[in-house]
């Protein structure tokens, strides 16, 4: 047995329950090795403090969770059965009548919770999985570490793809799709997440996306991508110019940059998140842009993109070897530009080490 899911099994036992539900895919992947993507149908993982845990997917993903080396139950359903009936039918083969349950609040949609409470109707819920599973997931082993190095090595080559596709005239997307064409040539299928290249003006909107816009001489190009390797996540964010860029746009990466780098140098044991965020945000505040910086410094990071603990103002959680998140301070102004740079780290010992390696300097690329 893995060591997460005995983990699992340990927590199913700590909090006296009868059962637990695990209903989001990616948590499914992490304690069984079996990944589908979210759809409509039903894919869950049941988990008893006393007796073997099983899988339930579409019948057509049963050879998968067999490939994928689930060594326990998989039990299938065609699409015209409730699978909640036959759910209930194999978790009584099992426990006659669990009355205590845990679930993953944060993901459980309400008409398959309704669906469990129609088979139980006795059945409380007394212990939220989602708190359990993000603590489970906050220290990261040697193993875990070595993936998302790999995951690192992979946003690395990415970047040099995106940068070899700058020229005059180029849209934003057409730039990711020179990115993503190139990683799927070489072996890498999926990217961690929408792949994104923003320019100038549009650079300044943090949670947005590539468009049809033109990269032209003069503005700075915007990358923010990652990819997914056996199952654990890269993120990564690098600004350059393309072209001469102003005063003030070197300015803005520049302090930035700063910020960047010397919180990178204070992420250490013993530091809390909130310490981290603020020493990257004074240097941005300081520098007259601190109503541009308009997100946290950082999230998690590992099966998932964005994990616990969040590096942000008033999270107290001291920092420990093992953890895993990004650092990320970006300046977005409207109309002008916007700069993010972002590694992801892991906690050492003495200090934490990134899993990216893109040079952060400004980069000025041409035709």
């Known amino acids: 047995m893995n060591s997460h899911l005995q983990s699992l099994i340990n927590w199913v036992q700590e909090q006296h329950l009868d059962i637990a539900y695990i209903s989001n895919p990616t948590n499914i992947n992490y304690f069984s090795g079996f990944y589908q993507e979210p759809e409509e149908r039903v894919t869950a993982l049941f988990v008893f403090p006393d007796q073997d845990p099983f899988l339930f997917t579409p019948a057509l993903s049963i050879e998968a969770v067999k490939k994928a080396g689930w060594p326990y139950d998989v039990y299938g359903y065609l699409d015209h059965e409730d699978p909640f009936a036959l759910i209930a039918e194999h978790i009584k083969e099992r426990v006659a009548e669990p009355t205590s349950w845990g679930i993953e609040k944060?993901?459980?949609?309400?008409?398959?919770?309704?669906?469990?409470?129609?088979?139980?109707?006795?059945?409380?819920f007394p212990a939220d999985a989602s708190r359990y599973i993000e603590r489970a997931k906050l220290i990261k082993s040697p193993d875990e570490i070595a993936l998302l190095e790999a995951a690192g090595r992979e946003a690395d080559q990415a970047f040099a793809a995106g940068f070899a596709a700058l020229r005059t005239g180029i849209t934003e997307q057409a730039v990711v799709a020179?990115?993503?064409?190139?990683m799927m040539k070489a072996g890498v299928m999926n990217m961690s997440f929408d792949t994104i290249v923003q320019a100038g003006a549009n650079a300044a909107n943090p949670h947005g996306g590539p468009?049809?816009?033109?990269?032209?001489?003069?503005?700075?190009?915007?990358?923010d991508l990652g990819t997914v390797h056996k199952g654990y996540i890269s993120d990564a964010t690098r600004t350059v110019a393309f072209g001469p860029i102003s005063d003030k746009q070197r300015e803005i990466h520049q302090v930035c940059l700063e910020a960047n780098l010397t919180a990178m140098d204070a992420a250490r044991p013993g530091i809390t998140a909130a310490e981290l965020d603020k020493i990257?945000?004074?240097?941005?505040?300081?520098?007259?842009?601190?109503?541009?910086?308009?997100?946290?410094?950082?999230?998690?990071?590992?099966?998932?993109?964005?994990?616990?603990?969040?590096?942000?103002?008033?999270?107290?959680?001291?920092?420990?070897?093992?953890?895993?998140?990004?650092?990320?301070p970006g300046i977005y102004v409207p109309g002008f530009a916007g700069v993010r740079i972002e590694d992801c780290v892991h906690i050492t010992p003495n200090g934490n080490e990134p899993f990216t390696h893109t040079t952060k300097e400004l980069q000025t690329f041409s035709d």
Not at 110 to 118: D, P, Q, W
Not at 178 to 182: L, Q
Not at 211 to 221: A, P
Request: aromatic share 12%; with cysteine; hydrophobic share 35%.
């Open 106 to 124: 944060d993901d459980l949609p309400v008409f398959r919770f309704e669906a469990i409470m129609k088979q139980f109707p006795s059945a409380t």
């Open 280 to 328: 990257a945000r004074d240097i941005i505040t300081k520098a007259g842009y601190g109503e541009y910086f308009n997100h946290r410094l950082g999230h998690g990071i590992g099966t998932s993109t964005h994990e616990f603990p969040s590096i942000m103002e008033g999270n107290d959680l001291v920092l420990e070897p093992g953890m895993c998140f990004s650092i990320e």
């Open 211 to 223: 468009e049809l816009n033109k990269i032209e001489s003069g503005q700075m190009v915007l990358f």
């Open 178 to 182: 020179e990115i993503n064409y190139t």
